[in-house]
């Protein structure tokens, strides 16, 4: 019996060493696939890594191709179709302007708004210094001249002065050193070379106090026609008779809406836009020598206006037979409710003429 106890009891013994290796070898095996620390719990696999390297720079690679294809698009969107129209239509807009300046002889200048009464003024005034300037009938620019003038009265004025004093000091000099011969020599001598480029200096300057004085009346008794009356029309005759001018040439304001100042555009705008325009045109300018001659202004306005400088020429007509140079100021009629004038508001308007003509000179 002992025996057979035995036996059992080591094969029960060898049975639990059995499970007991097998579970030994099991934990072991779980030991070497598990990562020996944190960093190799990291660590990816080659291909992993290519794989997510790839898709990732793909990933970077979109939004740099949206960004090119909205920059192409911006280069070539809309807008810059939009400018390419723009500088097409105005190279065409300026095309017709010099062809209707060469061949009509007229220019036009459409105002985006309505003006005021005084913008007209202003417009006369501007181009009537401009016609006189580039007519080669003032030597430079009506502003450059009021100041060239007025520099030139102090430096004479000083230069009053100053001689008589220099002359006073070195007589006293002289006449300790040298004779009295000597020193009325010198006197006679230095008073015949400096009397000459004074007579000389002191005829333009009275001969540009002339034209200026002359400009500077029509200008104001033309902004006292402006407050009085309508003007829609302007005439600069050049040269001549008021029946056969040298050249003629008309401001054409018939067609303006007229508005008061918070509803109107700003005249300096509109000069700018006026000039261009005659920049453009090159109807002013003309490569021949001009010779001197007197300019005559005539206004349209009402026969009523009150006006009393400008004396009123009831039987004159615009002259046919030499050319018109016109140039039309006008009102887009888009941009307006209010329309122009009609051609049977003019019925009661007859010209003035301004008695004094202005003379121009050369230095």
């Known amino acids: 019996m002992t025996c057979s106890l035995l036996s059992l009891q080591s094969v029960f013994d060898d049975s639990n060493s059995a499970e007991i290796d097998e579970e030994l ?5 779980q030991i ?18 290519t794989v997510s390297s790839i898709g990732d720079k793909k990933n970077s690679s979109e939004p740099s191709d949206i960004i090119q294809d909205r920059t192409e698009e911006k280069t070539s969107g809309p807008d810059s179709c939009v ?14 302007v010099v062809r209707k300046a060469r061949e009509e002889g007229c220019v036009n200048v459409v105002f985006p708004g309505a003006v005021t009464q005084g913008g007209c003024y202003r417009f006369v005034s501007e181009i009537l210094k401009c016609i006189l300037y580039q007519r080669q009938q003032l030597p430079m620019t009506y502003d450059q001249l009021v100041y060239s003038q007025k520099k030139q009265q102090i430096s004479v004025q000083v230069g009053r002065k100053l ?10 000099l002289i006449s300790k050193k040298l004779n009295i011969v000597w020193k009325h020599f010198a006197f006679q001598e230095r008073d015949t070379v400096t009397r000459r480029p004074l007579q000389s200096a002191d005829m333009d300057m009275r001969k540009c106090q002339q034209s200026l004085q002359e400009l500077e009346e029509v200008l104001q008794q033309l902004e006292v026609l402006f407050s009085l009356s309508r003007v829609p ?3 600069l005759l050049m040269g001549g008779s008021l029946v056969l001018p040298k050249e003629l040439y008309e401001i054409n304001m018939e067609a303006l809406v007229l508005s008061a100042g918070d509803q109107s555009l700003q005249a300096s705008s509109c000069l700018r836009q006026l000039f261009r325009t005659l920049f453009i045109a090159d109807l002013l300018s003309d490569t021949k020598p001009v010779r001197l001659m007197p300019t005559t202004v005539l206004a349209l306005a009402h026969r009523e206006c009150g006006v009393g400088w400008f004396r009123p020429k009831l039987q004159f ?7 018109n140079q016109i140039i039309t100021l006008s009102t887009d009629p888009s941009a307006c409710k209010v ?8 019925q009661d308007y007859v010209w003035f003429q301004a008695p004094a003509a202005i003379k121009g000179f050369s230095s």
């Open 339 to 346: 329309h122009g004038a009609d051609g049977s508001d003019w």
């Open 317 to 323: 007509k615009v002259p046919t037979r030499v050319r």
């Open 25 to 29: 070898r099991t934990e072991k095996i």
């Open 32 to 49: 070497c696939l598990e990562p020996k620390n944190a960093a190799d719990a990291n660590v990816v696999p080659l291909k992993e890594q």
């Open 83 to 96: 400018n390419a129209s723009r500088e097409h239509n105005t190279e065409e807009l300026d095309a017709e």
């Open 233 to 235: 029309r302007v005439l």
């Open 163 to 172: 001689p008589w004093s220099r002359l006073h000091l070195e007589g006293l």
